[in-house]
């Protein structure tokens, strides 16, 4: 029979991890390939072009359009500072005299003798793109941006908000089942990862920006009160670039739930070391999950790997993705191969998982996903 394979998050403690870091337009890349890099290092730079600013000159000087080029005491291609004259009108033998003033600091970019109006340029505005993990520049894209290697232990989460950024991990909570309240974020979380159990609330994302903390990794969030700290509704879009302090990473769902032991049992491992997080997350096409790395972590055993390239068999970790049992984790019994009608009425591939209190559930097999691990 054909393997049926379902993508799923890794949690693995011994990973090669492969970032691209590109630049948003052609600029110039500042490290070469084999170069050592740390989260920190500018490998790429470039500028944006500032924005737009349009000043009516001839409606402001009361003259045509095609007499404006008269007036202009900043021609095409000139600087100016806002406030300067732009732009100049005597009349009366001088005895009157318009004039128009510069909005922005900028550059005269057009000049339009058919609009009567003057475009105006703003400085263009300088980006940069950090290596965001410790590692090696494996390729360099030129003029884009380049690929850092690294190897260390590698999560994904189910979702997650907030950017990147870097910190030491700090377990909080003694269990998977424990939740992460603002009792357990301490004065010293500043700089730090602060990883929960089974759910992380609202006053302790408060109390964690206050004191400094960079992250915060827990099993489930309340969405009213991820809706509380970010102001406003999640839609559909990407994630990742909200304007907030404490990026947060959910590993399992919305509202209480543990933690996967694999993950938590990973996380009490990374204690005391830095890691680099992103909140970033899309769950449409290109799908995109939030993570976390630790590079240069060494397990102290020769763990065996999680071997995927035969998809869902029996004995295969995963966790269910849809009602009745969204959340849940679970384990591969049986794989029916024949087509079986469901409640919708549609025939569709089954299997059978063994929850963790040892029940038996019968799901379809696009209502689950493997635990990579």
Do not use: C
């Given at each position: 029979m054909a393997h049926a394979y379902t993508p799923g998050l890794k949690v693995t403690e011994r990973a090669v991890i492969?970032?691209?870091?590109?630049?948003?337009?052609?600029?110039?890349?500042?490290?070469?390939?084999?170069?050592?890099?740390?989260?920190?290092?500018?490998v790429a730079r470039t500028d944006i072009p500032g924005n737009p600013?349009?000043?009516n000159v001839a409606n402001s000087l009361g003259v045509e359009p095609e007499d404006i080029a008269d007036f202009m005491k900043v021609k095409t291609g000139g600087s100016i500072k806002k406030g300067e004259i732009l732009a100049e009108y005597r009349s009366f033998f001088g005895l009157f005299k318009h004039t128009v003033t510069s909005p922005v600091d900028?550059?005269?970019?057009?000049?339009?003798?058919?609009?009567?109006?003057?475009t105006l340029r703003e400085p263009p505005i300088p980006i940069q793109v950090d290596a965001y993990i410790d590692g090696i520049v494996e390729e360099v894209l030129p003029k884009e941006g380049v690929i850092v290697k690294t190897e260390g232990a590698f999560i994904q989460g189910i979702f997650g908000v907030g950017g990147e950024t870097?910190?030491?991990?700090?377990?909080?909570?003694?269990?998977?089942?424990?939740?992460?309240?603002?009792?357990?974020?301490?004065?010293?979380?500043?700089?730090?990862?602060?990883i929960?159990?089974?759910?992380?609330?609202?006053?302790?994302?408060?109390?964690?920006?206050?004191?400094?903390?960079?992250?915060?990794?827990?099993?489930?969030?309340?969405?009213?009160?991820?809706?509380?700290?970010?102001?406003?509704?999640?839609?559909?879009?990407?994630?990742?670039?909200?304007?907030?302090p404490v990026t947060v990473i959910i590993t399992e769902g919305f509202g209480r739930m543990r933690m996967a032991h694999r993950t938590?049992?990973?996380?009490?491992?990374?204690?005391?070391?830095?890691?680099?997080?992103?909140?970033?997350?899309?769950?449409?096409a290109g799908v995109m999950r939030p993570e976390i790395i630790v590079p240069g972590y060494q397990p102290q055993e020769d763990t065996k790997e999680q071997d995927l390239s035969q998809g869902l068999v029996p004995g295969t970790p995963l966790r269910i993705i849809r009602e009745p049992y969204f959340g849940q984790l679970a384990e591969v019994?049986?794989?029916?191969?024949?087509?079986?009608?469901?409640?919708?009425?549609?025939?569709?591939?089954?299997?059978?998982a063994k929850l963790a209190d040892g029940t038996i559930v019968t799901v379809p097999r696009a209502n689950v996903e493997i635990i990579e691990a």
């Open positions: 492969r970032k691209t870091r590109r630049l948003p337009l052609l600029g110039e890349v500042l490290v070469e390939k084999g170069a050592a890099v740390s989260p920190d290092t500018i600013q349009t000043v900028g550059v005269v970019e057009m000049v339009s003798t058919v609009t009567g109006q003057v870097q910190g030491v991990i700090r377990v909080a909570v003694e269990g998977p089942d424990d939740v992460l309240d603002e009792a357990q974020v301490k004065p010293d979380d500043k700089g730090k990862i602060i929960g159990g089974s759910l992380v609330t609202a006053a302790a994302i408060k109390k964690a920006a206050e004191v400094g903390a960079l992250g915060i990794v827990a099993g489930g969030i309340i969405d009213s009160d991820l809706i509380e700290y970010l102001g406003h509704d999640i839609g559909v879009a990407i994630t990742g670039h909200e304007d907030i938590f049992e990973l996380l009490k491992r990374l204690q005391g070391f830095r890691a680099s997080i992103n909140g970033a997350t899309q769950i449409r019994v049986d794989l029916p191969p024949e087509l079986q009608v469901i409640e919708t009425e549609a025939r569709v591939r089954i299997l059978r």
